[in-house]
């Protein structure tokens, strides 16, 4: 099994109160009691770290007094953080202390009621361990028990989840990813795996294109890099199928149609080759296929079709390329959101390849920059600690597609010939708001007998559950987080005391293993006995620790941050880790996963004549995914889902700002407000994801499980293809 699919994914306070008019100290809190370690008048700072998906990873700085958090800032010794943190990290103390968080072990009367029972700790586990003895009993396997599980609240301790289902036996699990897949195997197939070069070396690019992401969103700490980059002189460009905050800020923006930019990568890349300003030094050096690739160029492509695909003007595409090829060095940085199409992971082989041609892979301040995990060197300790009991039945793990969990589990659950699902553990995510097609997530959800949720809020995936179990805050317990974008690794200090009776995943799985050898003795292998303090030092390896001149894991501790180096560009030293130990623009291991060896153009997903407009669904600037938009302070900023329409498309269809929309899909529809804006295409709507408090609204209703091109080579299934979506739209 790959380490991706081992792996789940493999996402100063003047600030805030400037935009949000109240400050970042616990004072605005309504009082909760709690005990604590402190002394009357103690005063001390710790390190924390943002345990969101998130590029930034932001490393934190602490203030607590008498047990309570009285501040929060970025650490400065970080320099990525660089001692701030987003409008998102500031609301952690009102994320902390927030009235609405779950603080009990609670079982609901019935599914979807909202009439909870609070019960005890040792309640809790008590029911959930007989209910495994009695599955195992019935079936001689542990095989009905799911696990549905990502990286909402995450740090490395988190895998302890994994490590717990282990110790039950073989069990049935939710595998893959709906962030990235395709473009991790898109550069697994040309690189060898993902590597990007570090972020913080853009200030040395002479030319950036960021393409298809919106940092000013999702990696602020991105903006101030690009920002200082610019002043050097950078251009930066940045090409989006939507006109982006960061487009914004841009010294250029270029409005692609979307889906078809491996048709603009291709063509700069003709352009290129036709004006010779390719780097074949670099590529017989360093590359096998390069010459196949360049026939399929001369051939296959012009600047015509590349112009007809993706609306950008011949013109451009020349002064583009043009530009690219000639400053040295050029970066590009490639966002997650174009490769979440039927053609997407094509569409990263062909940037890669733009990139590699032009000679801007190994150069500080080039690359073609999508992710990394080389800074990910745990020992896994809470995941591996789990191992089977003797006895287990099974022949080993059922994988289920995340992707497609909620139909698979129905198709199992109605297959005779099949080991139903009989329970679900969730954790570290909100499937019901966040996985596509949410009307059969209910379906799979009523065919599941019994369901668990560890979580801090109860959202839509907690309201239909039979159990709800409180997890901690980051600052109730201890983690280590590493980037998948920077190379700082940060450590999390226990802050304050748990509140209320909230445990982390490891400690959850501790207790269940102790309950359930006092049950049945030697049903359950997960360790006991171990503080946290502990977990966190085994997760560190002598190899690891030495990496970053350490004598100790606990050196971290001294300024809570950590950074892996040799990393200013990506592949300099012409090791690439594919089969050839070269880069491949054609790849045999491609072609075995049923794709072509050479990056060439699939063609994009044909718009249904009924449906004709396109629905992207991207990130909300004040939420990630499901989480933050629940909070007082986010909910006074935005409270309310809107759809984006151009005004062409808008007076086409009789809309005007405020008019209520219904929005159709195949597969569902929504009833939402629509807001004129001239920065969506013209033949597209943006419906921003996430999960709203208190409303039944969500997204997802309109989003079909439609599968990428790529993502099983590794992380063992297919990405999603969110943005491939095509809905109706009428006035109501």
């Not at 345990?51 to 958090?69: A, F, H, M, Q």
């Not at 079982?107 to 008590?126: C, F, L, P, T, V």
């Not at 623009?585 to 060439?600: D, N, T």
Request: hydrophobic share 35%.
């Amino acid at each position: 099994m790959s380490s991706f699919s081992r792996r789940t994914f493999l996402k100063g306070s003047a600030t805030l109160g400037a935009l949000l008019g109240i400050g970042s100290t616990a004072s605005n809190f309504q009082k909760v009691n709690m005990n604590t370690a402190h002394a009357a008048g103690k005063t001390k700072q710790v390190f924390s770290s943002c345990p969101r998906n998130c590029y930034d990873t932001c490393s934190i700085v602490t203030t607590v007094e008498d047990g309570t958090i009285k501040f929060i800032t970025g650490n400065k010794n970080n320099t990525y953080t660089n001692g701030r943190l987003c409008v998102k990290g500031f609301t952690y103390p009102n994320y902390v202390y927030s009235p609405d968080r779950i603080k009990y072990p609670m079982k609901q009367k019935k599914r979807g009621s909202g009439k909870w029972e609070r019960i005890s700790w040792d309640e809790a586990y008590d029911m959930i361990a007989k209910k495994i003895l009695a599955i195992k009993e019935k079936h001689g396997s542990t095989l009905p028990i799911a696990l549905d599980k990502y990286s909402g609240n995450f740090n490395v301790l988190s895998y302890g989840v994994e490590g717990m289902m282990a110790s039950w036996g073989y069990t049935t699990r939710a595998q893959g990813t709906p962030c990235w897949p395709a473009g991790i195997d898109s550069q697994t197939f040309d690189f060898g795996t993902i590597v990007n070069s570090d972020p913080e070396m853009m200030v040395k690019a002479k030319y950036l294109i960021i393409w298809g992401a919106n940092p000013a969103w999702t990696s602020v700490h991105s903006m101030s890099i690009i920002q200082r980059a610019k002043e050097n002189g950078t251009k930066v460009v940045v090409i989006d199928p939507i006109m982006t905050d960061t487009a914004a800020k841009a010294d250029e923006y270029i409005e692609i149609k979307a889906s078809t930019d491996g048709a603009l990568a291709l063509g700069m890349a003709k352009y290129i080759l036709d004006h010779n300003l390719q780097d074949m030094e670099w590529m017989k050096k360093n590359s096998i296929g390069y010459e196949e690739y360049l026939n399929y160029l001369r051939h296959n492509v012009s600047l015509e079709w590349a112009s007809e695909k993706t609306g950008v003007p011949v013109k451009v595409i020349e002064r583009l390329a043009r530009e690219y090829a000639a400053a040295k060095p050029a970066s590009i940085w490639i966002g997650y959101g174009m490769q979440r199409h039927t053609n997407g992971g094509a569409a990263v082989r062909s940037i890669d390849a733009l990139a590699a041609m032009s000679g801007n892979i190994g150069v500080v301040g080039g690359g073609a920059n999508y992710a990394q995990l080389d800074s990910w060197g745990f020992n896994y300790t809470a995941q591996l600690a789990g191992t089977l009991p003797e006895g287990s039945g099974g022949e080993g793990d059922r994988m289920i597609n995340i992707n497609n969990f909620p139909a698979q589990v129905l198709a199992i659950n109605n297959d005779p010939k099949q080991i139903p699902i009989e329970m679900l553990w969730v954790a570290c995510r909100n499937p019901i708001a966040q996985d596509p097609e949410t009307s059969v997530s209910y379906k799979a959800f009523e065919s599941i007998d019994f369901i668990v949720t560890a979580d801090l809020w109860f959202n839509a995936t907690v309201n239909q559950s039979d159990l709800v179990l409180p997890v901690c805050s980051i600052f109730e317990t201890w983690g280590l987080h590493a980037s998948y974008w920077h190379y700082w690794m940060n450590v999390n200090e226990q802050a304050i005391n748990p509140l209320y009776e909230s445990k982390s995943d490891v400690e959850i799985a501790m207790g269940i293993s102790k309950k359930l050898n006092e049950l049945q003795p030697g049903s359950c292998t997960y360790p006991t006995d171990r503080t946290m303090e502990e977990w966190v030092g085994m997760e560190m390896s002598d190899a690891f620790i030495q990496k970053f001149g350490f004598n100790s894991w606990r050196d971290i501790l001294k300024k809570g941050t950590a950074k892996v180096t040799g990393y200013d560009a990506a592949w300099a030293d012409g090791k690439f880790r594919t089969p050839s130990g070269k880069y491949e623009f054609l790849s045999k291991k491609c072609a075995s996963y049923g794709h072509h060896a050479l990056p060439v153009y699939m063609e994009e997903m044909e718009v249904p004549k009924e449906r004709p407009i396109r629905l992207l669904s991207p990130h909300w600037k004040y939420g990630l995914h499901s989480q933050f938009q629940n909070l007082e302070w986010m909910q006074s900023v935005h409270n309310e889902p809107y759809m984006e329409i151009h005004p062409v498309l808008a007076r086409q269809k009789g809309i005007k700002e405020g008019s209520m929309v219904k929005v159709s899909s195949d597969i569902g529809f929504v009833e939402i407000k629509a807001k004129v804006t001239q920065s969506v295409p013209k033949n597209a709507v943006v419906i921003y994801e996430g999960w709203y408090k208190d409303q039944k609204f969500n997204v997802n209703f309109l989003v079909k499980a439609t599968p990428a091109d790529m993502g099983s080579c590794a992380t063992g299934q297919s990405g999603l293809a969110f943005h491939d979506q095509f809905v109706n739209i009428e006035k109501m």
